[in-house]
């Protein structure tokens, strides 16, 4: 049995893990960690700590001492911020021989910076939305110039559509940037459509452990946003696409040579039909990777087996081992429900 540190217990994109581990063939003894004391209440762990924001003074103290008392063999975090704050106490985490998962440090400061991601990728001739920073006001003029009449906003660090507004009009826009207090931290980029796809994978020293491809059809309350993402994904479908695969390889290569650890490609479609990459989830798995738990790959299984036990798995696809059109729906206050798109589709068509 091992001892595993989760951050974030008790949100949405660590109960997944919870969830998985909980269903697995694994017998884990795990110690759940949040900033938010209440959501420790919502975590199916076997021991709850209290601990400060990641963006804290204060974090890297409180993890140190938290780890000292509760001696975890493994530590997993499900919050770009607290991946990026563990990151840098990796000589803690090592003096007290707490073992962890990850790529190297530098591959996670590019990738939680989503300009400096971007940048490397421009670089590496991996198809981005043109994009570029806006330090004042006249950067924005610059950028719906340079960009189109209507532009994608966004901060360059966070989740979930930090800061993201799809504008059109230049003094709202302006607005929308001075609230945030955003200058030199958001960029404008090419609108692309609302199509989106992420690549889920697993890497161990450059070789691929396994991915796997999900659409994303809805967001749950989209409609409450003015930039219609919220980070909550509502229906999820498995899919399939060489071009997919070929281009979110070649992102991740293109950041990190030698891959090790959990890589989320998150790619956005332009209105030509083409996927542009946006962003890379790094070190940690995407909200609703327990989709793919309840279809049959128990990604956070594999990835503890890995770490804990160099216990690979032994698939028949390294790439897409799920079938297509697996739909995933969820909502609030609901357990999620698996079906398939042919069940939906003759919902739908009863209905009509």
């Known amino acids: 049995m091992a001892k595993i540190y989760i951050g974030g217990a008790g949100g ?3 109960n997944g893990f919870i969830k998985s581990l909980r269903e697995s063939s694994r017998d884990d003894y795990l110690i759940g960690t ?8 919502l975590a199916n762990v076997d021991e709850r700590h209290y601990i400060q924001p990641a963006i804290s003074s204060s974090y890297e103290k409180q993890l140190c001492a938290l780890l000292s008392k509760s001696r975890p063999d493994f530590i997993h975090l499900q919050n770009d911020y607290e991946v990026r704050a563990v990151s840098r106490a990796r000589d803690v985490l090592m003096d007290l021989n707490v073992s962890f998962y990850m790529p190297k440090a530098e591959v996670i400061e590019n990738c939680v910076d989503k300009l400096k991601s971007y940048e490397i990728w421009k670089a590496n001739g991996v198809r981005v939305p043109d994009t570029q920073i806006l330090k004042s006001p006249s950067d924005l003029k610059k950028a ?3 960009l189109g009449d209507k532009i994608w906003i966004r901060a360059i660090e966070g989740a979930g559509g930090n800061g993201a507004l799809p504008a059109d009009n230049y003094d709202f826009a302006r607005i929308w940037i001075d609230r945030y207090s955003g200058w030199g931290n958001f960029t404008a980029s090419k609108l692309l459509s609302q199509d989106t796809v992420t690549w889920l994978s697993i890497w161990h020293e450059g070789e691929l452990v396994v991915a796997q491809s999900r659409k994303r059809l809805s967001w749950n309350f989209g409609n409450r946003t003015l930039s219609g993402v919220t980070g909550i994904t509502g229906v999820g479908q498995t899919c399939s ?9 070649d992102a991740i290569l293109a950041i990190d040579e030698k891959p090790h650890g959990i890589f989320g490609v998150d790619m956005t479609y332009g209105f030509d039909g083409l996927a542009n990459v946006t962003e890379i989830n790094i070190a940690r798995f995407f909200t609703t990777h327990y989709f793919f738990t309840k ?3 128990n990604m956070p299984e594999i990835y503890c087996n890995i770490a804990l036990d160099g216990q690979f798995p032994s698939l028949e696809k390294k790439i897409n081992p799920l079938p297509d059109d697996l739909i995933w ?3 609030m206050d609901v357990e999620p429900k698996l079906l398939t798109l042919n069940e939906l589709t003759k919902f739908s068509d009863n209905e009509k």
């Open 329 to 331: 729906v969820r909502g």
């Open 144 to 146: 719906f110039d340079l």
């Open 12 to 14: 949405a994109p660590s």
């Open 295 to 297: 279809a049959g790959l």
């Open 241 to 249: 696409d060489i071009a997919i695969d070929r281009l979110s390889q």
């Open 34 to 41: 949040s900033c938010i004391t209440t959501d420790l209440f």
